[in-house]
C-alpha cells in the first residue's frame, strides 16, 4: 500500500442498515491522517482498524446532516479521554461550527488538546488545509443543504536527477537539490547543460476527491476536472433516479458520467440508500458509463497513487 | 420470557472497545418499550436486536455525558426518516433537553412525530411516567454530573379469583371484577363472604432499577430499596477502587453491596471500563458480596419477572 490511501469507514446513507455504516473515511498521506466526514459510530471504526487517534489532526466535514456528522462530538471526546494532545482542526460550514461548540461546551468543556475551527462557506471554492506536500480543497455540491465536496491533492514532487547524468558530470552533492528544482548545471569550463539533459519529469502527483452528498451536476465534474480518484455518491440505482433527483442525490449512472467527464481515472461509489441490498447492481449500471469503478465498502483501503 | 424484560444494547463505558457499547437498554413491558440510555450506535443495535422503532414512546437519560446521550440524535433523526406518528417523549435534565433541542433544530427541524421534553431535576425523586400498569420515578445518582436512576415499578394487579369458590357460591361474571378488587360477596339469603375466603393474593408486582454512573453512595441502596432486579455500574475491580471514587463510579463489589443493602433479588453489573477485559473477574469480586450476580452483556434480555 502507497503513501497516499484512504480507507473507507462507513459507506451508507442517513438510515441505518446492518449492511453499511453511515459515512466516513480516512485519508492517510505519508504519516498523517484526515478524516472526511463522521457519521455515528466512526470512532469504533478507527479502534476497528487499528487507526491511531494521534495522527488525526484535521477533520472535514461535508454537510450537517447526522449521518456524515453525529460521530464526531464522540470522537472528539474520546480523543480528549485519551489525552490527544496539539491542535486538531474541524473544517466545517459556519452552521456546524455553531453546533459542534454548543455540544462540546455541554460534553467537553475542556478537551486534552485545542480544537480549532476553519470555517469555510460550502457555496465558494477555497484553500483549507496547504503543507508542503499536500493541499487540500473545498467545491460546492448540490444537496437539500449546503454542502461541500473535497479534493487532496498532492503537490508535484522535485524532478527526477538522472544518475548517469550525475555521474558524466560529476555533479556534486551540493548542487542536485538545486537541479532537481529545474536549475541547470555549469561545468568547470563554463558549459551550461540545460536541466532536461540532466533529469526526468517528477512523479505525477496523485489527487482525490470526495463527493457526496449531492444531486447530478456537472458543475461537479467541473470541479474535480483531471482529478485521479473519485468518490462520488451512488444512493440509488436507475430505478430511483426520478428518487435521487428529488432527495439531492445521485444514481450509480450519474456519479459514472460525472467520473467520465472529469477525465478522473478511477471511481468509487458509495453512500447507498438502505434500499440497495446488492452493490453490484449499482457497479453494473455505473460501469455501462464509466468501467473503471468499484464499489465501497467498509474497511476497503484504496490506493491513489 | 415474560412479558417484563430488559434488553442490553451497550454496557461499556466512555472509551469505546471492541467489546462493548456505550449505554443503552431496552425495557419491554407488555407491547411498549422504554429505553433508559442511548449511546453511540444504539440505533443500529435496535436494528441488530430487530427492536421496533415504532414502539418505542419513551426514552430516559440519565446524564449528559456523552456516552450516555450521543445515541439520541441519530435515533431520533432515524425514527423520523422511518415516519414513525404520535408522541415521543424524552425524559431529561434541563441542559440536555436544551443541548438536544440545538441538535434537533439543526438536523431533524420537523421530525415526523411530536417531540415532548419531560425536563426532570437529577437532584430529586419524582413520577416521570405513569400509566394503568406501569410507574417510572427518577432518584438521584452520584456523578461527576449530575445524573439521574431510574426505576421501572410494574403496578399491582388485582387479587386472583378463586374458582373453585366463584363455582361453589354460585358467583355471577358481572361481580368477579369488583371483588378481584377487594369486594365481598353478599349471598341472596344476605350472608356476607369476606373477601380474602373468597381471593388469593394478587402476583407480586416486579420492579427494575437502573444505577448508572454513580460513586457508591449508600443512599442509592435506600432509593432502590425493595427492588427486584438491580443494574448498577461497575466500572472497575477491586484494585481500581481508587480511580473509581475519583472519577464518581464504582467497583463491582460496591455495586454488590448496593444491592446486598437494598435487599434485591438480582443484580446486573455494567459500565466496563476499557481497561476491564474480563467481566468474569467483576463478577467473581461481587459474588463475595452478593451472590445472585451476572455480568451484562451485548443482548442480554434479562428477565424481570
Known amino acids: 500500500m502507497s503513501y497516499f490511501n484512504v480507507r473507507i469507514l462507513g459507506c451508507g446513507s442517513a438510515t ?77 460550514c459556519r452552521e456546524g461550527a455553531e453546533l459542534l461548540q454548543t455540544i462540546m461546551e455541554a460534553m467537553c ?41 473535497f479534493i487532496f491533492r498532492e503537490k508535484q514532487g522535485p524532478r527526477h536527477m538522472r544518475g548517469d547524468m ?54 461537479v465534474a467541473e470541479a474535480v476536472k483531471g482529478i485521479d480518484v473519485i468518490y462520488h455518491e451512488a444512493t440509488y440505482g436507475d430505478k430511483q433516479a426520478a428518487r435521487a433527483g428529488i432527495r439531492g442525490h445521485s444514481t450509480a449512472r450519474q456519479a459514472a458520467r460525472i467520473a467520465s467527464e472529469s477525465g478522473a481515472s478511477r471511481l468509487v461509489i458509495g453512500h447507498y440508500s438502505k434500499t440497495v441490498t446488492d452493490s453490484s447492481v449499482l457497479v453494473a449500471q455505473a460501469a455501462e458509463e464509466f468501467p473503471a469503478v468499484i464499489a465501497a465498502n467498509e474497511g476497503m483501503k484504496i490506493d491513489i497513487r
Chains 1, 2 share one sequence.
Open 16 to 92: 441505518p442498515t446492518l449492511r453499511h455504516l453511515p459515512s466516513s473515511q480516512v485519508l492517510s498521506f505519508h504519516d498523517r491522517l484526515f478524516m472526511i466526514d463522521c457519521g455515528e459510530g466512526t470512532q469504533l471504526q478507527m479502534r476497528r482498524y487499528g487507526i491511531a487517534y494521534a495522527k488525526l489532526r484535521n477533520i472535514f466535514i461535508s454537510h450537517i446532516h447526522g449521518d456524515h456528522f453525529l460521530g464526531l462530538p464522540g470522537l472528539l471526546s474520546t480523543m480528549s479521554l485519551h489525552n490527544i494532545e496539539g491542535e486538531i482542526t474541524v473544517h466545517i
Open 109 to 149: 468543556r475542556e478537551p486534552s488538546y485545542t480544537l480549532r475551527y476553519n470555517i469555510f462557506d460550502p457555496a465558494a471554492s477555497a484553500v483549507l488545509y496547504e503543507d508542503r506536500t499536500m493541499i487540500v480543497e473545498n467545491f460546492p455540491l448540490f444537496h437539500r443543504v449546503p454542502c461541500s465536496g
Open 166 to 219: 550525475a555521474k558524466f558530470y560529476n555533479i556534486p552533492h551540493w548542487q542536485i537539490p538545486a537541479i532537481k528544482e529545474g536549475a541547470d548545471f555549469v561545468t568547470s569550463d563554463g558549459t551550461v547543460v540545460p536541466n532536461e539533459r540532466l533529469t526526468t519529469a517528477p512523479t505525477p502527483a496523485a489527487s482525490y476527491a470526495y463527493c457526496s452528498d449531492t444531486a447530478f451536476d456537472l458543475r
